[in-house]
């Protein structure tokens, strides 16, 4: 297993990610600031959930099938990928609601107060109606949303991959951290928390917080804003070949 090879394509995929989410939520803004509905931002996130989750579910099942010399065994088809959108869509309704919302509540307080502002100088509604989708609409706060989001549901989608494939084989498996490289993120905890493989079942402790994986909604923003990190996974069997330290 070359981590570096898999930091390199988990890099080129968020940056897939990020590109894809940032217009997919700067519609989004946009268009509640023409017309301020709360759906609108509960699709765009179902929306990017389900095609980052799949996607990255996809790459990392490929990638374990490969370390494990199974090229021809537990292919993805149609079903996994199903189970997989259908799965991804329960969860963001059911674990991201408080964070939408919150996304949504920011979103509402920022018309307010464009409104009111514009409103004591002056200006009028087609005016204010064009200077609030500039600045609610702002290409910046949607890189921020697709990039936060983009690492938690890449992560979900390994983590996902993984549990299906033990549920196939049988195989007790393992996961590593894996930093992104970042120079702009050089948290110490995330870069220390390498190459060192645990049960798949145990938590990573990244300054004191329990986390499942890079990403993880549980955990602080300090620890998930923009961080960029991902994990893999890979049987005990090669835990013991390449890592035997660990065990």
């Known amino acids: 297993?070359?981590?570096?090879?898999?930091?390199?394509?988990?890099?080129?995929?968020?940056?897939?990610?990020?590109?894809?989410?940032?217009?997919?939520f700067l519609k989004a803004l946009q268009d509640q600031a023409e017309n301020f509905d709360p759906e609108i931002m509960y699709n765009a996130y179902i929306n990017f959930y389900q095609f980052v989750f799949t996607d990255a579910a996809k790459r990392s099942y490929t990638q374990i099938r490969?370390?494990?010399?199974?090229?021809?065994?537990?292919?993805?088809?149609?079903?996994f990928l199903s189970s997989w959108r259908f799965w991804i869509k329960d969860y963001v309704m059911k674990n991201l609601v408080t964070s939408i919302a919150g996304v949504n509540e920011n979103t509402r307080l920022q018309i307010q107060t464009i409104t009111a502002n514009l409103l004591s100088e002056g200006f009028n509604p087609n005016q204010i109606a064009v200077q609030i989708k500039k600045l609610v609409g702002s290409r910046s706060r949607a890189v921020a949303i697709a990039r936060t989001e983009g690492t938690t549901a890449n992560n979900l989608g390994t983590r996902r991959s993984a549990e299906d494939w033990q549920l196939q084989t049988g195989e007790a498996m393992y996961k590593i951290w894996i930093h992104s490289g970042n120079p702009t993120d050089p948290r110490s905890a995330h870069i220390?928390?390498?190459?060192?493989?645990?049960?798949?079942?145990?938590?990573?402790?990244?300054?004191?917080?329990?986390?499942?994986?890079?990403?993880?909604?549980?955990?602080?923003?300090?620890?998930?804003?923009?961080?960029?990190?991902?994990?893999?996974?890979?049987?005990?069997?090669?835990?013991r070949k390449r890592f035997p330290e660990a065990l």
């Open 192 to 239: 220390s928390a390498q190459n060192k493989p645990i049960p798949s079942t145990d938590n990573f402790n990244i300054n004191g917080s329990s986390m499942q994986f890079p990403g993880d909604v549980n955990a602080p923003l300090s620890e998930r804003v923009n961080c960029l990190c991902t994990h893999t996974y890979l049987s005990e069997r090669l835990v």
């Open 66 to 79: 490969k370390e494990e010399a199974k090229t021809k065994d537990f292919v993805v088809d149609g079903f």
């Open 1 to 24: 297993m070359n981590l570096n090879n898999i930091r390199t394509d988990n890099n080129k995929a968020i940056r897939k990610y990020e590109r894809y989410g940032t217009r997919l």
